[in-house]
Structure formats: C-alpha cells, structure tokens
C-alpha cells in the first residue's frame, strides 16, 4: 500500500494516515485469512465428496465382480461335469483365481487415488472374466451340438439296420375258384330238381326220385301222396360252397 503526503499535510495529518493505512492492511489480513479458510474447507469438502463418490464406485464394480465370479464358477462346473477338455476352459479357471484375488485385496479407502486405482482393476478383471464365461459356454454350446448330431445319426443307422433285417411277407391270394358237382349257380354239388311226378289224377305215387349222388340231401315230400294232386313230391336241398338251395317237385328253388 502506497502512502500519499502533499507539501501542506502535517506531521499530525501523516501520522493519522499511516494509522488508517495500518487498519486497512489489517482488514486485509483477516479478510485474506477468512478467504483462505474458506477455501479449505471447500477444498476438504470436494475432497471429501471425491473420496465417497470413488468408493461407491469401488463398491459398484466389486459387486458386479462378485456377480461375474459366480456366473463364471457356475459355467466352469458344468462343462466339467460334462468333460469338456477345451484351453477356453483352462483360461477360465485361471481367470476366475486372478479376479478373485484382485477382490480380495485390501484397499485404503482413505485415498482416494489408490480407490481409484483399484476400481480400475476390478473392472478390467471382470472384463476378462465375462469373455472367458462367454468362450467357455459357445464352446461347450458347440461340443453339445456334435453330441446331437452323433446321436442323431446313430439312432438313423440303428433303424436303417433294424429295417434290412425284416423280412418282407408277400401279399397271397387265398381266394380259389369256386366248383362243385351240382347244376345250381355254380356252386357246391347235390341234385337237380326236376318234377319227376307223373301220377295220373287217379291217383298213385308219383315216379321215384333219382339218387342224390353230388353229396345233397334228399328229403321226401310225405305231405302228399296219391288222389289228385299227382303223386308224392320231395324237397331237395342242395350244400356247396355259396349259399345253400332248396327246391320243390315243381322245380322251384331258393336259398335254405
């Protein structure tokens, strides 16, 4: 601060203005002070808010880690169950160990650079991790797919055998020409019916019937006989391979 005395001032005027100047340097002191102290706290206040922010971040990635760790063990163990032998398999393995300790770690969460520099790690290894999950699981996806196909064309060989080794049965005609020894439609044997009865209308048996030498049953007729209906009549029945035929002395036939 620069101090201004003109040729007219007094000693007593210098006096009170170096006086003044003193008061004004020492607001400028506290105001100084004041304006220096205020910044700290706003410095410790932003740091502060820095720290937390970084640990919440610390703590977002070490979870989502967490949650890729127990994906990775789950897919680690089921394509050990099946004998997967594959090197997506072995990276895995030693994915999942280097994660698992960068977790594990300690961490001063005081500093908020080194929580910084350890969030920075964890992510990265979950990173890793997540693609070896992912080259582990396509790679077992492609070994089930070859199961399936294999199984697949087995199973078609196995039928394909089973059907070569059955034999084929013809398709036969059991059905044969249909023949007898009677006269009657062709089928099956036993007498004719002709009307043998010549009585007169005196009376009198009617002439006897020829034997029945196709295999028929010859039945008389016993409801006539004599007077003036013309003698006796019978009823033949004829037995053959279609149906049965019955007739009368006045040679009408029909089925039995």
């Given at each position: 601060?620069?101090?201004?005395?003109?040729?007219?001032?007094?000693?007593?005027?210098?006096?009170?203005?170096l006086v003044a100047v003193g008061h004004s340097a020492a607001t400028i002191d506290q105001v100084t002070d004041d304006l220096?102290?205020?910044?700290?706290?706003?410095?410790?206040?932003?740091?502060?808010?820095?720290?937390?922010?970084?640990?919440?971040?610390?703590?977002?990635?070490?979870?989502?880690?967490?949650?890729?760790?127990?994906?990775?063990?789950?897919?680690?163990?089921?394509?050990?169950?099946?004998?997967?032998?594959?090197?997506?398999?072995?990276?895995?393995?030693?994915?999942?160990?280097?994660?698992?300790?960068?977790?594990?770690?300690?961490?001063?969460?005081?500093?908020?650079?080194?929580?910084?520099?350890?969030?920075?790690?964890?992510?990265?290894?979950?990173?890793?991790?997540?693609?070896?999950?992912?080259?582990?699981?396509?790679?077992?996806?492609?070994?089930?797919?070859?199961?399936?196909?294999?199984?697949?064309?087995?199973?078609?060989?196995?039928?394909?055998?089973?059907?070569?080794?059955?034999?084929?049965?013809?398709?036969?005609?059991?059905?044969?020409?249909?023949?007898?020894?009677?006269?009657?439609?062709?089928?099956?044997?036993?007498?004719?019916?002709?009307?043998?009865?010549?009585?007169?209308?005196?009376?009198?048996?009617?002439?006897?019937?020829?034997?029945?030498?196709?295999?028929?049953?010859?039945?008389?007729?016993?409801?006539?006989?004599?007077?003036?209906?013309?003698?006796?009549?019978?009823?033949?029945?004829?037995?053959?391979?279609?149906?049965?035929?019955?007739?009368?002395?006045?040679?009408?036939?029909?089925?039995?």
């Amino acid at each position: 601060m620069i101090l201004r005395v003109d040729t007219g001032d007094t000693f007593e005027d210098t006096r009170q203005a170096l006086v003044a100047v003193g008061h004004s340097a020492a607001t400028i002191d506290q105001v100084t002070d004041d304006l220096t102290a205020a910044t700290t706290v706003v410095r410790e206040a932003q740091a502060a808010w820095q720290l937390e922010y970084a640990l919440a971040v610390y703590d977002e990635a070490t979870a989502q880690l967490n949650t890729s760790l127990e994906t990775a063990t789950t897919t680690l163990t089921g394509a050990q169950e099946v004998g997967l032998d594959h090197e997506t398999v072995q990276a895995l393995t030693e994915e999942i160990t280097a994660a698992a300790t960068a977790r594990d770690t300690p961490v001063d969460r005081t500093n908020v650079d080194t929580v910084h520099d350890a969030t920075a790690t964890l992510t990265g290894h979950q990173a890793t991790l997540d693609a070896a999950t992912q080259a582990v699981t396509d790679a077992q996806g492609a070994w089930q797919a070859d199961q399936d196909a294999a199984a697949a064309a087995a199973a078609a060989a196995q039928q394909q055998q089973a059907q070569q080794k059955t034999p084929t049965t013809p398709k036969t005609n059991s059905g044969g020409a249909k023949t007898g020894g009677g006269s009657a439609k062709g089928n099956g044997s036993g007498s004719a019916k002709p009307n043998t009865s010549s009585g007169a209308k005196t009376g009198g048996g009617g002439t006897a019937p020829k034997p029945n030498t196709g295999g028929g049953t010859t039945n008389p007729n016993t409801s006539g006989g004599g007077g003036t209906s013309g003698g006796g009549g019978w009823i033949t029945e004829e037995h053959g391979f279609g149906s049965d035929l019955c007739g009368d002395t006045k040679g009408n036939t029909w089925e039995c």
